[in-house]
């Protein structure tokens, strides 16, 4: 059974940064597309940062330049995310999420695919920055 667990998340002023972790276990494929989702109340959630095992990445527009995707893969998956410059526009629920043995791998392009495609989820942790 795959679990994901998130942390890191904080209330900060504009203009710091933050580091999120997510740490997977259980989950067995070989090839993956995990990434960073985001919701704000009365909000969709959207996608902000996704990484895949062949090394390709997508950021959402806003977030281009300030966050970095990364991961980890020894003994189990690790994906972090660095926000650098964080916005009041940035606050939100952050999600970890993975997809089912890169499956999405094909739609990584410009921007993270659509949150649909993406079957594991975390619980969340919140990120808030006050204008």
């Known amino acids: 059974q795959v679990h994901i667990m998130e942390s890191g998340g904080d209330s900060v002023q504009a203009g710091a940064s933050l580091r999120l972790s997510c740490e997977v276990s259980?989950?067995?494929?070989?090839?993956?597309?995990m990434g960073w989702f985001r919701q704000a109340p009365g909000k969709e959630r959207e996608g902000v940062a996704v990484i895949c095992t062949d090394g390709r990445t997508a950021y959402e527009t806003s977030v281009r330049g300030r966050f970095t995707i990364s991961r980890e893969n020894v003994n189990k998956i690790t994906l972090y995310l660095r926000m650098n410059s964080l916005k009041p526009e940035d606050t939100g629920m952050y999600y970890c999420a993975a997809d089912s043995g890169g499956i999405t791998m094909g739609l990584v392009r410009e921007a993270p695919p659509s949150a649909r495609f993406y079957g594991y989820w975390g619980q969340g942790t919140q990120v808030t920055v006050p204008s």
């Open positions: 259980g989950y067995t494929y070989a090839e993956y597309c």
